[in-house]
């Protein structure tokens, strides 16, 4: 069991940053890729980022790659999510989960998921 909780969301201008943590509990964190998915107000729930088990292997999302940057310390059983150049658009609920054993954007794949927070960029 991995129970998953998140932090850093909040409220910022378009153009700003935020980074969103992640942390894990138990003693299987490096065990698990780690992924990072958002869910808008009427809208499906949608991949943002994902990173393999060692840090190695990454995906993004077209929509955010070169503005986002996940990462994960194993020493902290966290994973980040830095969020730059932020968008009206970007504005949602940002879930993180956990999956093994392949790195995967399919949110059906992930079985442990945080309960979100929540990210909203004005214009």
């Known amino acids: 069991q991995v129970q998953l909780v998140e932090s850093g969301g909040g409220l910022v201008q378009a153009g700003g940053s935020l980074r969103l943590s992640c942390e894990a509990s138990?003693?299987?964190?490096?065990?698990?890729?780690m992924g990072w998915f958002r869910q808008a107000l009427g809208k499906e729930r949608e991949f943002v980022a994902a990173i393999g088990r060692t840090g190695t292997n990454t995906y993004y999302a077209d929509s955010v790659k070169g503005r986002f940057t996940i990462s994960r310390d194993s020493a902290k059983n966290t994973v980040y999510l830095q969020m730059n150049s932020l968008k009206p658009e970007d504005t949602a609920v940002y879930y993180c989960a956990a999956n093994r054993p392949f790195l995967t954007r399919d949110e059906t794949r992930y079985d442990y998921w945080g309960q979100g927070t929540q990210v909203t960029v004005s214009s």
């Open positions: 138990g003693r299987t964190f490096s065990s698990y890729n």
